[in-house]
């Protein structure tokens, strides 16, 4: 067995991970990594093949399992890797139980995208763990144990370093997940304001505004329509005042009349 692998990221799965859930795990991926059925590159295929068989042959023997968990190192980070995208379109042989499951449980599909957006093996291994445990319940607790799990195992326990981290993977920029892996290797996590600072400037420089582009020069025939336009619209314009003085007058009138006939009529009195 060798102590630098981690054989519980190859599977998917977490160090409390029970047996059936491990065996389950195993049956899932090895079947996908099949060289008949798996759609990518058949050395691939195998490659990944042997390094399940190496993985399950120590995992499901309690004694290896045992000596393993023992002997491994767990400080250093493992080598970030990602998942060839042919691993998503290979189907699954209880796609039928877990459709069945996403009916009850619509954001499992949510779940199981973030994962599978993370790595492939995590969908993988979430989807068998719920099917063989019948923890639905837990399903949002055990896809951020899972996740966590992974990110700690390549990036430290760090927690803005491991945000920052899925930040890259989330974001696709996985030359950029490569990089930090190797900073987290070599320097650790305790300078992790430089390192996202540094990481972030180059990954996610601050673009330059565009230049504005020139606007279009108008021709003569477009120039004369819109002046054309301007002045209808200014003389209806126009017009439109003049109608509302006009109205207005008349009604100032009409209210002033009464009192001015009011007040001839008092005059004339005055006189009789």
């Known amino acids: 067995m060798n102590y630098n692998k981690d054989y519980y990221l190859i599977l998917g799965v977490t160090p409390d991970t029970e047996d059936v859930v491990i ?26 093949t042997v390094e399940l068989n190496e993985a399950y ?65 995590l969908a993988v291994s979430y989807r068998q763990y719920l099917l063989s445990t019948k923890q639905f319940e837990q399903r949002h607790q055990i896809a951020q144990k899972s996740e966590n799990y992974f990110l700690e195992a390549y990036f430290g326990k760090n927690p803005s370093i491991v945000s920052f981290a899925k930040r890259l993977i989330m974001d696709g920029k996985q030359e950029g997940a490569r990089e930090l892996n190797r900073v987290v290797s070599v320097i650790g996590t305790s300078n992790a304001n430089d390192v996202i600072a540094k990481l972030t400037q180059k990954y996610y420089p601050v673009r330059e505004p565009k230049e504005r582009s020139h606007e279009r020069v108008e021709t003569p025939e477009e120039k004369l329509r819109r002046e054309m336009s301007e002045k209808i619209d200014a003389e209806e314009n126009e017009r ?14 009409l209210f002033i009349i009464p009192f001015v006939i009011f007040a001839v009529a008092i005059w004339l009195a005055a006189f009789n």
């Not at 099949?34 to 058949?42: L, V």
């Not at 023992?70 to 189907?91: G, H, I, L």
């Not at 699954?92 to 993370?118: M, N």
């Open 240 to 253: 439109a005042r003049n109608a509302v003085d006009k109205t207005a007058w008349f009604v100032q009138l």
């Open 57 to 121: 042959e120590v995992l499901s023997n309690p004694a290896k399992r045992q000596e393993y968990d023992r002997q491994r190192s767990k400080e250093k980070s493992q080598a970030y890797e990602t998942d060839e995208p042919e691993q998503s379109k290979a189907s699954d042989s209880q796609d039928g139980e877990w459709a069945l499951a996403v009916e009850y449980y619509p954001d499992l599909v949510v779940i199981e995208t973030r994962l599978r957006k993370i790595a492939a093996r």
């Open 23 to 48: 065996k389950a795990a195993y049956k899932a991926l090895i079947q996908r990594y099949h060289p008949d059925r798996y759609s990518g590159d058949n050395e691939y295929a195998k490659a990944k």
